[in-house]
């Protein structure tokens, strides 16, 4: 057989070409090698140093989140918003520690404080600046977005708050009360017919959950009015 068709073996002068060859490149470009090389141990080294300095500030932000915790459970929003003395309060914490997952409950906790102070427009604003992983709470964002809405009488923005919640929470137990809360914002607004009809959607999909029993109860507060 012709040594050089496909598959025949490769000869000790290829060999040596190809050695040859491999010496020139590691030779020729060796500055730029060493220098991806070197490119390569110090992004390692920023990413063991970032992920570090995360758990640090995540470490740092919940220490100071838990200092917040006793004026919360207290009704003391102003002093949990602002802090005092060397506690910071939540506006702080979550803007010194935003991208931490403490930095994010800091700014889900400064939202409802507001909200609490019947401080609607800045609820509002710091429910939208809510970033969160969890599903559940981005929801409860929302929610409170929705629940903002409702005191402004802007039942249409409020509605459309609470069907976004319960799209996008895991809990079935909070998709149904969202649900009912959105169906409620159509009650107010006089739209009887399309709250009577999700009402019965949440009783029929969310047997036995909270939501439901709203519903329930809601369905006939309105049945002579249809």
């Not at 506006?91 to 930095?103: E, L, Q, V």
């Not at 249409?156 to 914002?185: F, I, M, R, V």
């Not at 029993?213 to 309105?222: D, E, K, P, R």
Request: glycine fraction near 10%; charge should be neutral; hydrophobic fraction near 40%.
């Amino acid at each position: 057989m012709n040594g050089n068709q496909t598959g025949a073996p490769v000869s000790n002068e290829g060999k040596t070409e190809f050695a040859d060859t491999l010496l020139y490149i590691l030779i020729k470009y060796r500055n730029v090698l060493i220098g991806a090389l070197i490119a390569i141990v110090i992004a390692g080294a920023g990413v063991f140093l970032w992920v570090r300095n995360q758990q640090e500030r995540e470490s740092e932000a919940s220490l100071q989140l838990s200092r917040i915790g006793p004026y919360l459970d207290q009704g003391m929003y102003a002093t949990a918003i602002n802090g005092e003395g060397k506690n910071s309060g939540l506006k702080k914490i979550a803007d010194d520690f935003s991208g931490t997952p403490s930095g994010s409950m800091a700014s889900l906790l400064l939202a409802n404080a507001y909200y609490a102070t019947g401080n609607f427009d800045s609820a509002l604003k710091a429910y939208g600046d809510v970033s969160i992983g969890n599903r559940d709470l981005a929801a409860a964002a929302l929610a409170g977005a929705g629940a903002c809405h409702f005191e402004k009488n802007r039942f249409g923005d409020a509605a459309k708050s609470y069907h976004d919640a319960s799209e996008k929470a895991e809990s079935t137990a909070l998709k149904a009360l969202y649900l009912a809360k959105e169906a409620n914002c159509y009650r107010q607004s006089n739209q009887l017919a399309k709250a009577a009809g999700l009402y019965r959607n949440i009783i029929d999909n969310y047997p036995m959950s909270q939501g439901a029993a709203i519903s329930q109860q809601s369905l006939w507060q309105i049945s002579g009015k249809l």
